[in-house]
C-alpha cells in the first residue's frame, strides 16, 4: 500500500529556508571570524533579525555549530561519491582512488575553512554529538567502499603480517565495515587516507610554503605514491 503523500505547510517551508540561511549565515562567519567566535547574535545581525527568533531555531551555538559540521560533511561526502562514480570502469581501482583523492585537494583548496573546521584544530569548548556520526561517515564510507571492491575482485596488494595488538586495535573500524576488509588493507586504507589529509594542512596551513612551487603537481605525485589499492 502506498504511503500518503507529506503535505507541507507554508510554515514547514518558511522554516526550513530560514534554516538554511542561518546556517548559510553560520558557515559565513566561520570564514571571517573562526569556529571560536562563532556567535547566534552575530548571525542574527547579518540576517536582520532579532536574536530571540534565531534562538528560535538554534538553541546555542554548538546546535548551530553542528548544524554546519553536517552540512559541510555532507556536502564533501557527497563530492567525493560523484567523483568514485564519474570513474566508468569500476574495476579501476587506482584511477578510482586518484579520482577521489583529486576531488578531496580540489575540494580542500577551494573550501580552506570549511576543511579546517573538519580536520583542523578542535573548537574549544565543543564536543560533537551523535548526529555527526553518519554524516563523516559518508566521507570515510567512499575509501571504505572502495577497499570493500577491491578485496572483493580479489586485487588486494600483497599483505603484510599484521600483528596482534594492531588487529586488536582496530577492533572499531572492523566493526564499522562489518569485518568486510582484511587487516592489512584496512590498514593500507587508513594511512594513506591520513596521509592525503596530512598533505593537505601541510598546503593549506603554510608548512609548504616556499618549499613547493605546485601544489597540484606536488599532490598528485603524493597522492600516486600512497595509493592503498
Known sequence: MAEAPIHRTARDIAREEITRAIVAAGRRQLTEAG???????????ELGMVSSAVYRYFASRDELLTAVLIEVYTELGEALAEADRN??????FGDRWMAVATRLHRWAVDHPYDYALLYGSPVPGYRAPRDTVVPAGRVTGVLLGLL?????????????????????SIAGIREVTENSIADD???????????????????LFGHLHRGVDDYDAWFEETAKRICPV
Open 35 to 45: 569556529p571560536s567566535e562563532l556567535s547566534l547574535r552575530a548571525v542574527a545581525r
Open 148 to 168: 570493500a571492491e577491491v578485496q572483493a575482485a580479489g586485487r588486494s596488494p600483497q599483505p603484510l603480517p599484521v600483528p596482534r595488538p594492531v588487529h586488536r
Open 87 to 92: 570513474v566508468k570502469d569500476w574495476t579501476r
Open 185 to 203: 588493507l584496512l590498514l593500507r586504507g587508513v594511512q594513506a587516507w591520513g596521509a592525503l589529509l596530512g598533505a593537505i594542512s601541510l598546503q
